[in-house]
């Protein structure tokens, strides 16, 4: 049976001059048990404890318990204590709910800026769902080898040295930016220093801060079309001026986006594996994105298998990857690859906006990295998604799924939409089919493409 809740202090509003101290206390404790501030089963401060808090005698604050315990709010345990009730009268509940939604719509309003940051394609609440096939941007959390990562979690707790408990590095802890620029090195070819690295939340987190950094209000950027729809309402958000560019199989049409707006600020573009359409840019597009962000400046990159930031010989391009897609999604850690000219402010930066990253998640992950284990889970889940994406690729053919690589094709009008097979598969094992059109930014492309997504929640 999990502990009740114990108040340690217990905050009260100033009794006013002349009100009887038994009756303030008591008014004190009810409203904070009908507006919430007090839960169910919560433990109340002992009479002696809080007579001596307040400045009380001991009798006053027990005529005040008696008063609750009479009118149901608290109930009393010999030698357990006093605890708030289980079962408030519902009217009273609802009377004070009423009153705090009233307040709520007294709340100041949003700036425009918030408002639009109120527009969100992220869930607002945590789903307990593990193992639900097709959910994107997640792992399979059941090959996660979960039972490893917690002892070397319990063994760095358990060996933990007072250094870590003091003020970090704005940049993270330098250890896993080593490691990090160490696997970039290996795996990507990326060529950078520690001193390049910060240690962010999330791609998400890494571009807010670019987008804050480098882009003023009315700027123009680059973005894929159709495209990540966490990185479009970021960068509204940000008051940018968005340029839908297409994508074909052969990624973004870096041609298009110069005719569009040759002088755009900053480009986001995901060159290895296209959000949504899965298609991997080409090297020749790659070079010509390359050749533009160099003449103006900057651009962005998400995580790609070989990475746009391994070709930037002119130090262009800003490169961000997830931890927590590559491993959990609670882990909350990611990594941002800045030019060495930004890393200075960046740094200011990020000190104002959350002083440094949490270490100890960071320190757990630093040793699953040097000791060889991330490298072995990547391994084993690449060889457990090739498997998935073959069955995938098998179950739709001749329907969605064209390329070995598990891109879909250029879009089509009405293409899903006629499939009658996989709308089929979709009712039968109750995945639904999920629109392009959060995706979108153009009305000039098909709205209609879909593709397997999740169960109904």
Request: proline letters at 7%; aromatic letters at 8%; a positive charge.
């Amino acid at each position: 049976m999990p502990k009740r809740s114990r108040l340690q202090d217990f905050p009260l509003e100033v009794r006013p001059r002349g009100k009887p101290r038994s009756r303030w206390l008591y008014q004190q404790i009810r409203a904070a048990i009908l507006d919430g501030r007090l839960g169910a089963g919560m433990r109340l401060p002992s009479s002696r404890d809080l007579a001596g808090q307040y400045d009380l005698a001991r009798g006053t604050v027990v005529d005040a318990f008696n008063r609750l315990s009479a009118e149901g709010y608290v109930s009393s345990k010999v030698g357990a204590g006093t605890f708030v009730s289980s079962s408030v009268p519902d009217q009273k509940v609802l009377r004070s709910r009423n009153s705090i939604a009233h307040a709520r719509r007294r709340s100041p309003a949003f700036s425009a800026r918030g408002r639009q940051m109120t527009e969100t394609c992220f869930p607002l609440q945590p789903t307990a769902r593990v193992g639900v096939p097709f959910r994107a941007y997640q792992p399979d959390l059941h090959a996660f080898p979960l039972a490893l990562w917690t002892r070397i979690a319990a063994r760095r707790h358990r060996l933990a040295r007072r250094e870590l408990l003091g003020i970090g590095d704005p940049r993270g802890y330098k250890p896993l930016r080593e490691a990090v620029a160490a696997y970039l090195g290996s795996a990507r070819g990326v060529v950078c220093d520690a001193d390049q690295i910060f240690i962010v939340s999330s791609v998400q987190q890494a571009l807010d801060l670019a987008a804050r950094l480098l882009l003023d209000r009315n700027d123009p950027v680059w973005i894929e079309d159709p495209g990540y729809p966490g990185a479009r309402l970021l960068l509204e958000s940000a008051g940018a001026k968005l340029m839908p560019v297409p994508v074909d199989a052969h990624g973004i049409d870096v041609a298009a986006g110069r005719r569009l707006c040759l002088a755009a600020r900053l480009a986001y573009v995901t060159p290895a594996h296209q959000v949504p359409l899965g298609s991997r840019l080409s090297l020749e597009r790659r070079l010509a994105l390359l050749d533009w962000a160099c003449r103006q400046g900057v651009r962005y990159d998400g995580a790609p298998i070989v990475a746009l930031k391994s070709l930037d010989s002119r130090d262009a391009v800003l490169f961000a990857g997830s931890f927590s897609k590559m491993l959990f999604p609670g882990l909350r850690l990611a990594y941002l690859v800045l030019p060495a000219g930004l890393v200075d402010g960046f740094m200011a930066a990020r000190s104002l906006v959350d002083r440094f990253p949490a270490v100890f998640d960071q320190v757990v992950l630093c040793d699953f990295i040097s000791e060889g284990h991330f490298a072995r889970h990547l391994r084993a889940m690449r060889e457990l998604y090739g498997s998935r994406l073959m069955t995938l690729r098998e179950a739709t053919r001749g329907c969605l799924l064209r390329s070995t690589t598990g891109a879909l094709p250029p879009p089509r009008r009405n293409a899903a939409s006629k499939c009658g097979r996989c709308r089929s598969t979709s009712s039968n094992t109750g995945f639904r089919m999920d629109s392009f059109s959060a995706s979108q930014l153009s009305m000039s492309q098909p709205s209609s493409w879909e593709s397997i997504g999740l169960p109904p929640h």
